[in-house]
């Protein structure tokens, strides 16, 4: 019997790839390649806030078309014209869309991380997509309170300009670009103290009365001087503010180049954009910070 052995067959020589963690990228350019994880969490974000509704997304107009009607009442009925200025309610309501849009991505934006805990735990991804993605979904329920307020213009003879829309448009991006650098920054630190929290409620509500939302600009000056006006315009959101009312609100009054000259500053286009610049850099200043601690988010959640 022989006891020769088969000579074992030769294996050709494998080479495997190096092995990387499963979300290797991470930043901001990595959540827009991850677009359907990003839509994903929009759709569940949007399906979760009128979840066990009858009217569901009607909400989304009923609200701001309700709270248009009642300052149209209070300001254009009842007192006349508040605080002096011609279509009140118009000038109020067009910066209530601003303020909205930049409380909610800010306050969303926040508490994003905390509040999708049991994904950042347990699945591997870019952590910037949870501040991305109420940033989104922020400005989606901001996009009903603007087509009221487009509505409640043309009822009152607005005709649209180029010029005010890229007012508009301008006021938007400073909004999107900042409410993006801060969800950004107080997402993160929310993990490690949740007072940040707290204080970005705070702050939410002193942007309310810093704004020229509910009275003119033309009343910052006459109280604090150049001097005083100057300095509250380097608040970006109030820039925000003045920008959309010159797309909307101006162009509903009598004489819309002498409400402009009135009641908004001068350089609003110069202002409109360093503003912009301003935001665009606290973006890249505020995914240095978010890199810095990302790492540690899921052990401390």
């Keep these: 019997m022989s006891t020769t052995q088969p000579k074992s067959a030769t294996l050709p020589h494998q080479v495997l790839p190096p092995l990387a963690p499963p979300a290797a990228g991470s930043g901001l350019l990595e959540v827009f390649r991850q677009r359907y994880l990003l839509g994903m969490l929009v759709r569940n974000t949007m399906q979760s806030r009128y979840q066990g509704t009858a009217l569901g997304w009607a909400w989304s107009y009923l609200q701001p078309a309700v709270r248009f009607l009642m300052f149209y009442f209070v300001f254009q009925v009842m ?6 200025v011609e279509n009140f309610a118009i000038h109020l309501f ?4 601003i303020v909205h849009f930049f409380t909610e991505s800010f306050n969303g934006g926040t508490q994003s991380l905390v509040q999708n805990r049991s994904l950042i735990t347990k699945l591997a991804m870019p952590k910037e997509l949870f501040p991305v993605a109420r940033l989104l979904v922020a400005l989606w329920h901001t996009g009903p309170m603007l087509v009221i307020l487009v509505i409640a213009c043309v009822a009152m003879g607005w005709a649209p300009d180029p010029e005010g829309l890229l007012a508009t448009l301008l006021g938007f991006l400073i909004i999107l670009l900042l409410g993006l650098a801060l969800a950004l920054i ?17 702050l939410n509500q002193f942007v309310t009365f810093s704004v020229p939302m509910m009275y003119p600009f033309t009343m910052v000056q006459d109280r604090f001087g150049e001097r005083g006006a100057e300095i509250y315009l380097y608040n970006p959101v109030s820039t925000a503010v003045l920008l959309i009312q010159r797309g909307f609100w101006t162009g509903t009054t009598d004489d819309p180049k002498a409400t402009a000259a009135l009641h908004l500053p001068d350089h609003l286009w110069t202002r409109g954009l360093i503003m912009l610049a301003v935001s665009a850099v606290l973006v890249a200043l505020a995914q240095l910070w978010f890199t810095r601690f990302e790492k540690r988010v899921p052990e401390r959640l």
Excluded: C, E, Y
């Design 79 to 84: 007192i006349g014209r508040g605080a002096g």
């Design 94 to 97: 067009a910066g209530m869309v």
């Design 186 to 202: 107080f997402s993160v630190s929310n993990v490690f103290f949740r007072d940040f929290g707290k204080v970005v409620q705070t």
